[in-house]
């Protein structure tokens, strides 16, 4: 029989960055077919941005079939992943839908089914995260996390640290470094159990 959905404890779980590991492949591609003159891959990097020839390539690169569906899952979202299962919160991955690569929509999903089968999840894939309803945000993108704090002020992110949310800080995002999960136990705990409009110090 299937679990009922608790809709009160809602965590929101992003994939790429969070769960799977897209940058290690990305970089392992751009690698194959990089030249001695072009940079090396850096995420949100404006070297690349700012390169039509080398989005151009990166776009090759996702349009792969197959390719999203094969990223390797990534330990630290699986580590606050496992802890939303034992605190009993219902899990929704939220994930974007890249434009430029309508592949995407389809194996993001083939990608849920192989490597989430256990853990009994739904799924939304939203243009904008700030439309979706959640007490904790998974993510490791801050313009994603401001827009969903927009509509949630008092809501709990938790943040995988990586290379590009560095200098990122807000009162209610806890960067989980692989090192600190008792206190990112502690703030899930303190979001699951807050009164709706009571004010939390979550950490
Ligand atoms: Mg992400």
């Known amino acids: 029989m299937e679990k009922e959905q608790n809709h009160d404890n809602i965590a929101l779980f992003d994939l790429d960055g969070t769960l799977c590991d897209y940058d290690k492949a990305i970089i392992a591609d751009y690698n194959l077919i990089k030249s001695s003159g072009d940079p090396e891959y850096e995420s949100f990097s404006p070297k690349i941005q700012n390169s039509p020839a080398l989005k151009a390539r990166i776009k090759l690169i996702r349009n792969q079939p197959g390719w999203w569906a094969k990223l390797e899952k990534y330990k630290p979202g699986f580590d606050i992943l496992n802890l939303a299962r034992e605190?009993?919160?219902?899990?929704?991955?939220?994930?974007?839908?890249?434009?430029?690569?309508?592949?995407?929509?389809?194996?993001?999903?083939?990608?849920?089914?192989?490597?989430?089968?256990?853990?009994?999840?739904?799924?939304?894939?939203?243009?904008?995260?700030?439309?979706?309803?959640?007490?904790?945000?998974?993510?490791?993108?801050?313009?994603?996390?401001?827009?969903?704090?927009?509509?949630?002020?008092?809501?709990?992110?938790?943040?995988?640290?990586?290379?590009?949310?560095?200098?990122?800080?807000?009162?209610?995002?806890?960067?989980?470094?692989?090192?600190?999960?008792?206190?990112?136990?502690?703030?899930?705990?303190?979001s699951r159990d807050k009164k709706s409009g009571e004010i939390v110090k979550y950490f």
């Open 87 to 190: 605190l009993d919160f219902s899990i929704n991955i939220l994930t974007k839908g890249p434009r430029s690569s309508p592949n995407a929509y389809t194996e993001k999903v083939e990608w849920i089914k192989t490597n989430l089968a256990e853990y009994d999840v739904s799924i939304t894939i939203s243009e904008d995260k700030g439309l979706v309803y959640g007490k904790i945000l998974v993510d490791d993108y801050p313009e994603y996390i401001i827009d969903w704090l927009r509509n949630r002020p008092r809501g709990l992110v938790i943040m995988p640290d990586q290379a590009w949310n560095k200098d990122f800080k807000h009162e209610n995002v806890l960067r989980y470094t692989g090192k600190n999960l008792e206190q990112v136990k502690k703030a899930m705990i303190l």
